[in-house]
C-alpha cells in the first residue's frame, strides 16, 4: 500500500514521518477475512475499558454541532483517537454532516505515527465486529441475508458477514425504492447476489441473518416476524432514543453485545425495552470479549433467535488503524 508522507519537522524526539491514509487505502488494507481474526484477537485479549464515546457540544446558537472523541489504547504499543463532528447544518450547504479522522500514535513514545480517513475505517472495522459476533451466533448454514439501510455503511454489511458465512442472496430494503436500487447495484458488482425486497415482512420470513444499518426511531425489526434460527444484526441505532427492533423482538432473542458498557449507555434497543419494564439488561448474555475468548458460548441450537447490537467499540478503530499503518510501512 502507497502512504502520503509529510515532512517530518525537525525535532528531536521525533524518529518518523507522518504517514497519511486515504478511504481508498483504507478500503484496499482491510479486507474483511483478515480483519474479522485481527477484530477476534483482539477482543480475545481483552484488557482494559475503553472510554464511552464522549460528546461535546461545539455549535453557535440556532446551530447545534457536536465534536466526539473515542480514545483506545494498547499500553506500551500503540494508541490513538477519532475524532467525529456532526454539524447538521451542512446539508444547507451541499456538504455531508459528518467528517472523522482517525490519529494514531505510537504506544512506547507517543510519536504521531499516521492520519487515517475516519469514515472508511469506521465502516470496515463496524462491518467486520458484525461479522465476528455472527461467526458465533449465526446458524452456519446461513445462505440468505436481509439488508435494512441503505446508507454507507450498508453498502459494507452483506460483504462482511459473506467473509464468514456462505450468503448465496442478499435481499435490501429500504425506505426509498431508488436507494435500495442503487445499493443493490453496489452489492453486484462487489460479485454478491442481492435484489431488492419491497416487504419487508416477507423478507424476514426467508432471511437468515436480518443486518439493519438504519438511523430509525421507530422500530423496523418487529418480533412476530422472526422465524426460529434467525440472526439479528443491529447496528445503526447509536443513542437511546434510537431503535431499529420493537421490544418483543429482543424478549424473543438471545442477545449479545460489543461491550457491556457502551450498549448499557447508548443503546436505544435495549434502553427502551427496559425503560418499558418488558426486560432486564442483566438479560444480555455475552459480550464480543466473551464470546472469543470463549468464557460464553454463542448460538446454542439451530432453532433460537440471536440478537446481537453494537454502538460501537473504539478498540475496534485502534485494532483496524495498526493494521492499515502496518501495510503502508511494507
Known amino acids: ?66 465534536l466526539l472523541t473515542m480514545p483506545a489504547w494498547r499500553r506500551g504499543k500503540t494508541l490513538g483517537v477519532k475524532l467525529v463532528t456532526v454539524f447538521p447544518q451542512n446539508a444547507a450547504k451541499g456538504i455531508g454532516a459528518v467528517s472523522s479522522l482517525y490519529m494514531l500514535f505510537d504506544g512506547e513514545t507517543g510519536v504521531p505515527l499516521a492520519t487515517i480517513d475516519g469514515e472508511a475505517l469506521t465502516n470496515r472495522r463496524t462491518a467486520a465486529a458484525s461479522a465476528l459476533a455472527s461467526s458465533y451466533l ?37 425506505r426509498h425504492p431508488s436507494r435500495a436500487a442503487e445499493l443493490v447495484e453496489k452489492l453486484r458488482q462487489q460479485g454478491l447476489a442481492a435484489t431488492p425486497a419491497n ?53 424473543r432473542s438471545r442477545v449479545y453485545v460489543d461491550t457491556y458498557t457502551g450498549t448499557k449507555a447508548e443503546a436505544g434497543d435495549l434502553l427502551q425495552p427496559v425503560a418499558s419494564g418488558r426486560w432486564n439488561a442483566d438479560s444480555i448474555c455475552a459480550d464480543l470479549h466473551e464470546l472469543a475468548s470463549g468464557a460464553k458460548a454463542g448460538r446454542q441450537d439451530a432453532s433460537e433467535i440471536t440478537l446481537f447490537k453494537s454502538v460501537g467499540a473504539a478498540i475496534e478503530d485502534l485494532t483496524a488503524a495498526a493494521l492499515v499503518d502496518a501495510g503502508g510501512k511494507a
Open 138 to 174: 449465526s446458524r452456519a448454514d446461513s445462505k440468505v441475508l436481509l439488508m435494512i439501510g441503505t446508507g454507507h455503511l450498508a453498502a459494507h454489511l452483506p460483504a462482511a458477514h459473506a467473509a464468514v458465512r456462505p450468503i448465496e442472496k442478499v435481499l435490501v430494503w429500504g
Open 1 to 66: 500500500m502507497r502512504a502520503h508522507h509529510a515532512a517530518a519537522p525537525n525535532t528531536d524526539n521525533r524518529t518518523t514521518s507522518l504517514r497519511s491514509y486515504s478511504a481508498a487505502e483504507v478500503n484496499a488494507a482491510l479486507d474483511y477475512p483478515r480483519l474479522v481474526e485481527a477484530l477476534r484477537e483482539a477482543f480475545r485479549q481483552g484488557g482494559e475499558a475503553m472510554p464511552v464515546r464522549q460528546s461535546y457540544e461545539v455549535g453557535v446558537p440556532g446551530a447545534p454541532a457536536h
Open 199 to 251: 416487504d419487508i415482512a416477507a423478507a424476514m420470513a426467508q432471511a437468515d441473518i436480518i443486518s439493519c444499518a438504519t438511523t430509525s426511531t421507530v422500530p423496523l425489526v418487529l418480533g412476530r416476524h422472526l422465524r426460529p434460527g434467525t440472526h439479528v444484526d443491529l447496528v445503526g441505532a447509536f443513542t437511546p432514543q434510537m431503535r431499529e427492533s420493537d421490544d418483543d423482538a429482543v424478549m
